[in-house]
């Protein structure tokens, strides 16, 4: 539509209007897809690794 009613001089505008709105719907897009999960099956801290944890911090505090 913009680049019906725009000037020929000005029709570059259309396309960086274009570029922008797909820029936009893709940023929007993967910000939705990989947006962070409280509940992330993938973040699970198994059992065995819990039991680590303060042997763990122990280490960190001496050095």
């Not at 911090?57 to 050095?63: F, I």
Request: charged share 25%.
């Amino acid at each position: 539509m913009l680049n019906e009613t725009a000037d020929y001089k000005y029709q570059w505008e259309s396309n960086v209007a274009g570029e922008i709105a797909s820029l936009a719907f893709y940023a929007l897009i993967c910000y939705y897809m990989f947006m962070p999960m409280e509940m992330n099956v993938y973040f699970d801290v198994e059992d065995e690794d819990e039991e680590l944890l303060p042997i763990l911090a122990l280490e960190e505090d001496r050095v």
